[in-house]
């Protein structure tokens, strides 16, 4: 069955520093990879989304995105972080092309002063 | 433009209990899902559906049954809540594999 991995569960970083949380899927070709944040008790915000074209794909709150087709990632990365970017990040993969998401567990980010 | 609607925003039942989610989309979107988001589990399909009349079960249909009688609506129904259905539910609807999702319902049941 088609998945998605998120390895870290947490991950807390000092504020001014730089992001990276890791995602990867099983699947041979490639779907449609997003990821979404969600502050405590809020909705799903998309933060980018790669359908196809450029790897490198930029986001809103200045995140950024590379799709590497060889190891099946879709990595979220930011430069410099805020305290503001302290929520919960999931990445979703749509195998289908309809809108239909699989969501990985999602990582927890904290971000100290 | 209202984008998804979800009704209620929060509920709290009681063990057997019957209620139903209502998701209204007016973005004329034919495809139109139900997720459900536990604590260290990401957002989980219950139920989709593909258009008007269609519905299809998910990764996690059992105790849930949906209605898309109108275009515009997806009903979730629980016919009989249980405690292990205390979750946040979302409603999606889809356009050109470009999801948008509604606020949420937290349901409780005790």
């Known amino acids: 069955a088609q998945s998605v991995t998120q390895p870290d569960i947490h991950i807390t970083v000092s504020e001014g520093a730089s992001l990276e949380l890791r995602c990867n899927y099983s699947?041979?070709?490639?779907?449609?990879l997003f990821w979404y944040v969600q502050s405590p008790g809020q909705g799903l915000q998309l933060l980018l989304k790669?359908?196809?074209?450029?790897?490198l794909v930029q986001g809103i709150k200045g995140f950024e995105a590379e799709f590497k087709r060889s190891q099946s990632s879709f990595n979220l990365r930011k430069p410099s972080v805020h305290w503001s970017d302290a929520a919960e990040y999931f990445c979703?993969?749509?195998?289908?092309?309809?809108?239909?998401?699989?969501f990985g567990k999602g990582t927890k980010l904290s971000v100290k002063p | 433009n209202a984008g998804v609607t979800q009704t209620p925003k929060f509920r709290v039942l009681k063990t057997g209990q019957s209620m139903t989610l209502l998701c209204a989309q007016d973005?004329?979107?034919?495809?139109m899902y139900w997720y459900r988001q536990d604590p260290g589990m990401g957002l989980r399909l219950i139920h989709y559906?593909?258009?008007?009349?269609?519905?299809a079960k998910g990764e996690v249909p059992d105790g849930y049954n949906v209605s898309r009688l109108k275009k515009q609506n997806f009903l979730l129904g629980l016919e009989s809540a249980a405690p292990s259905q205390t979750s946040v539910y979302f409603c999606?609807?889809?356009?050109?594999?470009?999801?948008?999702f509604g606020q949420g319902t937290r349901l409780t049941v005790v």
């Open positions: 559906s593909v258009g008007e009349g269609t519905t």
């Open positions: 979703a993969v749509d195998y289908r092309g309809q809108g239909n998401l699989i």
């Open positions: 790669y359908f196809s074209g450029d790897t």
């Open positions: 999606a609807s889809s356009y050109d594999s470009q999801p948008f």
């Open positions: 973005m004329n979107h034919e495809y």
């Open positions: 699947y041979g070709a490639t779907p449609y």
